[in-house]
Structure formats: structure tokens, C-alpha cells
């Protein structure tokens, strides 16, 4: 009994087979056209991969430059703050504790070595950024060479900004000036913002010295 069912399955094969000779054909194809279809998609992928990395390494790098900047803004107040006190430690000069305080705020993402200070000094906070005051001979609104004027920053040389180099006295307003030289390492970004690969960030924060 065993041996019939066992032939008569053998026979119903391969009737099967000849009646439709190209089934074996058709599987065969479809197992073709499907590692065609996982091959496409790798290729595809290994073709856009390079441009998703960098754009994922951009958007990165821009988030990182705004943390940056926010940094920056925040070391130039918190070193304004220590400058308008006059306090300086024994041993130590003003121009080291405001730039000491400065740096303390920008060393998560840059190098406090980079970071340049700059302060000026003016009388009050009416002549900020406006030029020395001169003798309009000719009344034409200009200075003219000749014509007196006001060295208020004692300078030596009439200047269109008053402002002393300089963290001032007391009662004094002083301009602070913080700037870092960023260095894009994303090439997209970098020819996206600037011409070099370096963007310029930049903070300031004005405030009145104490009457020390």
C-alpha cells in the first residue's frame, strides 16, 4: 500500500511539471527580480548615505555654533560684571581677572586661548561710540584737518569713537568687546557661511563701573 500512494505521487509530479514546464522558470525569475530589488536598494542607499551624513553633521555643527554664541554672549557679561567691581586680588592684574572670568564661561566648546577681549571706556553712557568733539571752522559737518578739536581719549588723534582703551575708573561706562574665531569643520557648512571656513562670533555688554 505504501509503495502505491509513493508511486502515485511521483506520477502526479510529474504530470504537474509537464503541464506547466515554466512554473520552475517563474519562480526562478522572482527570486531574480527580488535580489534585484535588494541590490537596487543598497545602491541607492550606499548613493545618498554620504549626503544625509553631511547634512547631519551640518545641522549639528550649526546647533553647536548657536550653544557657541549663546556662550560667548554670556562670558562677555559675566566679564563685564567682574570689571565694573575694580576688584583685583593680590598678585594679580584687572586685565587677567576680567579675562580669566571670561574664559571660565567659553571652555565647553572653544578654546579660551582664541577668545580676544577688548574694552573701551567712555564718560557716560551718552557719548558711546560717538567722535570726539572739534571745532566745525568751516561748517561743513566734518572735521577738516586744521581744525581743533577734543582729544578726550588722549590718544594723540582726533578719533570718531571717544572711547578709551581700557577698563576705566570709577563711575565710568566701558564698552566689552568679545569675539572667537569658529572653525567650521562640516565642509557644506563651511562654503554655505563663509569664504575662509572661519565665522567670526562676536558679543559685547556694556556696563557702568561701581564708584570704587
Not at 87 to 102: C, E, H, L, N
Amino acid at each position: 500500500m505504501t509503495f502505491s500512494v509513493t508511486a502515485g505521487l511521483r506520477l502526479m509530479a510529474k504530470r504537474v511539471q509537464a503541464a506547466s514546464p515554466r512554473s520552475g522558470d517563474a519562480l526562478r525569475l522572482i527570486g531574480a527580480a527580488r535580489a534585484d530589488a535588494r541590490g537596487a536598494t543598497a545602491l541607492e542607499f550606499a548613493l545618498i548615505a554620504p549626503l544625509l551624513l553631511l547634512l547631519l553633521l551640518g545641522t549639528i555643527e550649526l546647533g553647536m555654533v548657536s550653544a557657541a554664541d549663546i556662550l560667548l554672549k554670556n562670558a562677555a557679561y559675566n566679564g563685564a560684571r567682574s570689571g565694573r567691581t575694580g576688584y583685583v586680588p593680590k598678585g594679580a592684574t584687572q586685565d587677567k581677572v576680567i579675562r580669566d572670568a571670561v574664559k571660565q564661561r567659553v571652555g565647553i566648546l572653544m578654546d579660551p586661548g582664541k577668545v580676544a577681549v577688548v574694552a573701551q571706556a567712555y564718560s557716560g553712557f551718552d557719548t558711546l561710540g560717538k567722535p570726539e568733539p572739534f571745532t566745525d571752522a568751516n561748517g561743513n559737518g566734518t572735521r577738516d584737518n586744521g581744525e581743533n578739536f577734543i582729544d578726550v581719549n588722549k590718544n594723540g588723534t582726533y578719533d570718531l569713537d571717544q572711547g578709551a582703551a581700557g577698563y576705566g575708573g570709577a563711575n565710568q561706562v566701558v564698552l566689552y568687546s568679545v569675539s572667537y574665531p569658529w572653525r567650521f569643520f562640516t565642509p557644506m557648512v563651511s562654503k554655505l557661511m563663509t569664504a575662509d571656513g572661519v565665522l567670526t562670533l562676536s558679543a559685547t555688554a556694556v556696563v557702568q563701573n561701581e564708584p570704587y
